[in-house]
DNA sequence: ACTGAAACGCCACGCCT
DNA sequence: AGGCGTGGCGTTTCAGT
């Protein structure tokens, strides 16, 4: 499934995710191209799914969001249908920004961003009482010291 | 430093979180206003920080990216010089997507996107030669479930 | 594949209410 | 503070190389 990007394909997608408010005109002059080539690989690039999507990205404090945890859960329950519940409940809850399931002992880690730690509490006696959870610890960010979504190209 | 925010306002920012490309008739058709309130209020909010950024979302794996870990860091240095020879690494490291200073036994937790468990050890090596750290521990995602910049507004 | 140009749409503002 | 109008820019498309 993966698409061929050449060096012009990657600095262009460098430059989209540090400022996709940039004009084409821009984008080209800074990839050494013009206007309708870039155009057309942008839309090449949508249409493959190596962009996904056009978003702004907040200030989660400003929003009143200010505590971040990261959770990292064990459970016994292995089966499909616990695995269902706990994954609709994880879509369902907006305060949930990244789930994975991991290799190794600990089952999942989930990234959540709440406006305090009474909000966390909450969520988290939601949580227990939707789906059965062997053991939680919660890490609690103090200080966010890098957060980027810009990935390597 | 915290901005007031109406019911409009947050309407917009979701829109505007969903799919920043929209045009301004179109967001302002779906928050019940107009044109030109809309632009002053995204004007305002960009102004006051709370809108960041404009960005494009990739897909890591279309790009090569395909092993996502977590690293969870203890040090027993806890020293300003430390500190900062820890920051600049991390800030200067494109594969790391994230980074927490944490509250309890665990100091640092880390996101990082690299291609594959190699480019990790790589990685990996290259950390701990550069800052002295007591214990890293590092959780490897298998499935992410769930990934979204979205913050509930 | 890139160039140039042309058509359209939207934005960014100013003025008015 | 919202509605209206407009000049100019940006996007999108198409023919030509």
Redesign the interface.
């Known amino acids: ?3 061929r ?1 050449d060096a012009t394909d990657r600095k262009i ?1 460098a430059e ?6 940039q004009s084409l005109d821009e984008i080209a002059k800074k990839v050494g191209s013009s206007k309708t080539p870039v155009w057309n690989r942008i839309r090449k690039m949508r249409e ?18 200010e505590a ?1 945890f ?1 959770v990292l859960i064990r459970t016994s329950e292995h089966e499909a249908e616990w695995q269902q519940r706990f ?1 609709s409940t ?2 369902a809850r ?11 002992d ?1 089952d ?2 989930l990234k959540v ?1 709440v406006a305090n730690a009474r909000a966390y509490d909450s969520f988290y006696q939601a949580l227990i009482s939707e789906v059965k959870i062997h053991n939680v610890t919660a ?15």
């Open positions: 499934m993966s698409v990007l997608l989209l995710q540090v400022d996709a408010s493959a799914g190596v962009i996904r999507q056009n978003t702004v990205l907040l200030d989660a404090e400003a929003l009143g969001l971040c990261f994954l994880l879509r907006p305060e949930v920004l990244e789930a994975h399931r991991l290799a190794g600990i999942y880690i961003r890490l609690l960010s103090m200080e966010e010291l890098k957060a980027t979504t810009v990935l390597p190209v």
